[in-house]
């Protein structure tokens, strides 16, 4: 009988370590009133696009665009840009992969801060939107470890000189240890207010109380997200 008992406790273990785990408790950005209908378009004939919510990516261009101007790195991995657009912006975003090294004279979040030299971020720089054309904003987020995206650890920070929107990465929407399925959660003045799942399956959360040209500059992020 306790051999039962034994094995039978084993065995739920067992089932509750990969078991998929919910989203953070009292959590109400995950409704279904506020995700995305993400759409990707890649023919055989045409460059993938992406499409979520009212925002449409265009196709990948490979380099530095020359209207970025980032003069402070330089070591640009696997560059690329590309557009983000609704039916009034077209807003540039830069993206690549650097050395840990390149931020050494710019101040980093402690989750990026602690990070070795030789850690690779991925960056992107995101061009003003109309409403604040010279106000340019910056994605640098960390190759998070599974043990991190368990319990929603800090991954990145996405900043313009006057604020900031900090970013945790977990893996709640699939199971526990593991990389499978990682969100990215970017967090304004304490709130979670979108989240993106990269992927074959992406999927794109963003809460309808923010304004609308927070919600662009969060469009822009989670393009580059879905687009690396």
């Known amino acids: 009988m306790r051999i039962s008992l034994l094995l039978g406790g084993l065995l739920l273990?067992?089932?509750?370590?990969?078991?998929?785990?919910?989203?953070?408790?009292?959590n109400d950005l995950y409704t279904a009133a506020q995700e995305w209908k993400v759409q990707i378009n890649d023919g055989w004939l045409?460059?993938?696009?992406?499409?979520?919510?009212?925002?449409?990516?265009?196709?990948?261009?490979?380099?530095?665009?020359?209207?970025?101007?980032i003069t402070f790195i330089k070591a640009a991995e696997n560059p690329f840009n590309f557009y983000v657009k609704d039916s009034s912006e077209q807003i540039l975003v830069q993206c690549l992969r650097t050395p840990?090294?390149?931020?050494?004279?710019?101040?980093?979040?402690?989750?990026?801060?602690?990070?070795?030299?030789?850690?690779?971020?991925?960056?992107?720089?995101?061009?003003?939107?109309?409403?604040?054309?010279?106000?340019?904003?910056?994605?640098?987020?960390?190759?998070?470890?599974?043990?991190?995206?368990?319990?929603?650890?800090?991954?990145?920070?996405?900043?313009?000189?006057?604020?900031?929107?900090?970013?945790?990465?977990?893996?709640?929407?699939?199971?526990?240890?593991?990389?499978?399925?990682?969100?990215?959660?970017?967090?304004y003045r304490g709130a979670p207010v979108a989240a993106v799942m990269p992927g074959a399956q992406p999927r794109v959360w963003v809460s309808n109380r923010i304004t609308q040209d927070v919600e662009k500059i969060l469009a822009a992020a989670i393009g580059a997200l879905l687009m690396r």
């Open 13 to 26: 273990y067992g089932c509750s370590m990969v078991k998929k785990t919910p989203a953070a408790a009292g």
């Open 46 to 69: 045409s460059a993938k696009t992406i499409r979520y919510g009212n925002y449409t990516t265009s196709s990948r261009r490979n380099g530095m665009a020359a209207e970025t101007n």
């Open 100 to 187: 840990r090294a390149t931020f050494a004279d710019r101040p980093l979040p402690a989750a990026l801060a602690q990070e070795p030299t030789g850690a690779r971020f991925f960056y992107a720089l995101i061009n003003g939107i109309q409403l604040h054309p010279l106000v340019r904003w910056e994605l640098i987020l960390k190759d998070p470890h599974y043990l991190e995206l368990n319990d929603n650890k800090p991954a990145g920070i996405l900043r313009s000189p006057e604020e900031d929107i900090r970013i945790t990465a977990h893996n709640r929407m699939g199971i526990v240890n593991a990389y499978e399925k990682a969100c990215y959660e970017f967090h």
